[in-house]
């Protein structure tokens, strides 16, 4: 169990701080040492969730395993239905691409985001300025 993530989500609505609190729970369990990061982003890192919102992560991963990608599912499957979650999973080596590639997205991400476990993927990262408005 991850404890301190109910904590970091005390602006949330409290089911949504339970089912974040039990998904994240699952990833660490089941990607185990894979997992680098689960960050929140968008209003729900800013603690500004409304009813039709989603929650969103972005969970990184130093590597890719089918079986635990299917281990995965069911969680998130539950968590999709009771709170709207949306997952991005990106490798490790992937981050800085992902960020010149969706410049816009990540910039906004680098302005909202919250890091439920793990490493900072976005820790002295910047979106140059082209990127952001690449169509």
């Known amino acids: 169990m991850v404890p301190e993530i109910a904590e970091k989500l005390q602006d949330l609505p409290g089911a949504v701080v339970s089912v974040l609190t039990s998904f994240v729970a699952s990833t660490v369990e089941i990607f ?17 969730l409304r009813p039709a919102s989603d929650v969103n992560l972005i969970l990184v991963l130093s590597s890719f395993d089918a079986s635990q990608a299917d281990r995965i599912r069911e969680p998130f499957a539950a968590a999709q239905a009771l709170i709207q979650l949306t997952a991005m999973f990106l490798l490790e080596l992937e981050v800085p691409q992902a960020m010149l590639s969706f410049g816009q997205k990540f910039s906004d991400i680098l302005r909202r985001h919250r890091v439920l476990y793990g490493i900072d993927p976005f820790a002295g990262a910047h979106v140059p300025r082209a990127a952001r408005f690449f169509a």
């Open 32 to 48: 185990g040492e894979n997992l680098k990061s689960v960050v929140l982003y968008g209003s729900g890192a800013e603690g500004r």
